[in-house]
T-cell receptor, first 114, second 118 residues
Framework: SQKIEQNSEALNIQEGKTATLTCNYTNYSPAYLQWYRQDPGRGPVFLLLIRENEKEKRKERLKVTFDTTLKQSLFHITASQPADSATYLCALGGRGSTLGRLYFGRGTQLTVWP | GAVVSQHPSRVICKSGTSVKIECRSLDFQATTMFWYRQFPKQSLMLMATSNEGSKATYEQGVEKDKFLINHASLTLSTLTVTSAHPEDSSFYIC??????????????FGPGTRLTVL
């Protein structure tokens, strides 16, 4: 079965810096990859989607890259703010018979301190 | 954006009872809904895929007789945890996909339901 690893359980950075989160996966070839934000006791909120034929996507202060050869996605938050503190989840998107299904990593808890 | 609601947000029940959780898409029609379970500090684990008007597809290791899913309309799916036990205590989250008006692959998640079985 697929295995998804997010670089670390927790990442602490100073306000204004760029946060970089890593998602590595094995035993799977996702059709796309998504990043979500989850706050404590809440459901995930969609941030970005990147397809297998795309290298990079941007949305405001967010940037995601996708390297299907390395089986890795990087998620960047530039000019980070304390309000960005949350758990960030990466999810692999299924193809074929599993189209639409998402398989999540455990998440990285980001803390941005002033 | 698309909104998905869940009810109840929190439920406490005795061991052996059944609990029903509702998932509703409020402003779009969801042909497909998904049910996840999340234990503390763990990832969301996909339990089943629910398609309107047909039987749910369960992931490997998920007991279909214990976790009953009904997707009777394009805006409502229900998950019933039958004969609940303390090990079923978890955070249950649903998501819905609107393949008509938005990116086919985008899912919208509900706020989750915290189930505690005593």
């Amino acid at each position: 079965s697929q295995k998804i690893e997010q670089n670390s359980e927790a990442l602490n950075i100073q306000e204004g810096k760029t946060a970089t989160l890593t998602c590595n996966y094995t035993n799977y070839s996702p059709a796309y990859l998504q990043w979500y934000r989850q706050d404590p006791g809440r459901g995930p909120v969609f941030l970005l989607l990147i397809r297998e034929n795309e290298k990079e996507k941007r949305k405001e202060r967010l940037k995601v890259t996708f390297d299907t050869t390395l089986k890795q996605s990087l998620f960047h938050i530039t000019a980070s703010q304390p309000a960005d503190s949350a758990t960030y989840l990466c999810a692999l998107g299924g193809r074929g018979s599993t189209l639409g299904r998402l398989y999540f990593g455990r998440g990285t808890q980001l803390t941005v301190w002033p | 954006g698309a909104v998905v609601s869940q009810h109840p947000s929190r439920v406490i029940c005795k061991s052996g009872t059944s609990v029903k959780i509702e998932c509703r898409s409020l402003d779009f029609q969801a042909t497909t809904m998904f049910w996840y379970r999340q234990f503390p500090k763990q990832s969301l684990m996909l339990m089943a895929t629910s398609n309107e008007g047909s039987k749910a597809t369960y992931e490997q290791g998920v007991e279909k007789d214990k976790f009953l899913i009904n997707h009777a309309s394009l805006t409502l799916s229900t998950l019933t945890v039958t004969s609940a036990h303390p090990e079923d205590s978890s955070f249950y989250i649903c998501s819905a996909r609107d393949g008509i008006t938005s990116d086919y692959n985008e899912q919208f998640f509900g706020p989750g339901t915290r189930l505690t079985v005593l």
